[in-house]
């Protein structure tokens, strides 16, 4: 069992910076990969970026390329989602995930979720 603690969440303007942090407890951490997902209202869940158990691979959706970077330290089992020139498109909840299998960039493949963050960037 892995418990999931999402932080790091808020209002800012168009053009800000957010850095989004999960801290994980329970199994080894570095046993998981880990994914950040966002879900805005009446929209599905979907993949903004996953990264690999020791942090070596990483994936992010076309929409967030260049603008955010995921990066982890199994040390402090903790995962991030640096959030740079944000948009008010990128609005949601950010949830963090935990995949036993490693990278994976679908919903089905993790079994892990914390309670989410709200993320807003008004314009």
């Known amino acids: 069992q892995v418990q999931l603690v999402e932080s790091g969440g808020g209002l800012v303007q168009a053009g800000g910076s957010l850095r989004l942090s999960c801290v994980a407890s329970?199994?080894?951490?570095?046993?998981?990969?880990m994914g950040w997902f966002r879900q805005a209202p009446g929209k599905e869940r979907d993949i903004v970026a996953a990264i690999s158990y020791s942090g070596g691979r990483t994936y992010y959706a076309d929409s967030v390329k260049g603008r955010f970077t995921i990066f982890r330290d199994n040390a402090k089992n903790t995962v991030y989602l640096q959030m740079n020139s944000l948009k008010p498109e990128d609005t949601a909840v950010y949830y963090c995930?935990?995949?036993?299998?490693?990278?994976?960039?679908?919903?089905?493949?993790?079994?892990?979720w914390g309670q989410g963050t709200q993320v807003t960037v008004s314009s």
């Open positions: 329970g199994r080894t951490f570095s046993s998981y990969g």
């Open positions: 995930a935990a995949s036993p299998l490693g990278l994976r960039v679908g919903v089905l493949g993790y079994d892990y």
